[in-house]
């Protein structure tokens, strides 16, 4: 059984940063793509960035490049969000997420378990 367990949210004043971490468990993710999504409230959960977690090609949303890193440890089966320069306009609920190894496009992959979420706050 695929875990994903999300950590590292918080608060933070605007131009701060945070990094999210995400343990992965239950099985060998060679070939998984794997995403971060947040939430805000009353919006749709939107995918922020994503990785092959093998070959460790990358894919971010435009409102986060520059700012945002993802990268992923395969020796602790970890994934991470590093969020620099943060903004009120970031405050959501953080969702860490994994896709079964398919032949499709990174940002068009399709994910199949998620984590619990971490909230992150940015305040003004």
């Known amino acids: 059984q695929v875990q994903l367990v999300e950590s590292g949210g918080g608060l933070v004043q605007a131009g701060g940063s945070l990094r999210l971490s995400c343990a992965a468990s239950?099985?060998?993710?060679?070939?998984?793509?794997m995403g971060w999504f947040r939430q805000a409230p009353g919006k749709e959960r939107e995918l922020v960035a994503s990785?092959?977690?093998?070959?460790?090609?990358?894919y971010y949303t435009d409102s986060v490049k520059g700012r945002f890193t993802i990268s992923s440890d395969n020796a602790k089966n970890t994934l991470y969000l590093q969020m620099n320069s943060l903004k009120p306009g970031d405050t959501a609920v953080y969702y860490c997420a994994a896709s079964l190894p398919r032949n499709i496009a990174l940002p068009y992959a399709r994910y199949d378990y998620w984590g619990q979420g971490t909230q992150v706050t940015v305040s003004s």
């Open positions: 990785i092959k977690w093998t070959g460790g090609m990358t």
């Open positions: 239950g099985r060998t993710f060679t070939g998984y793509a």
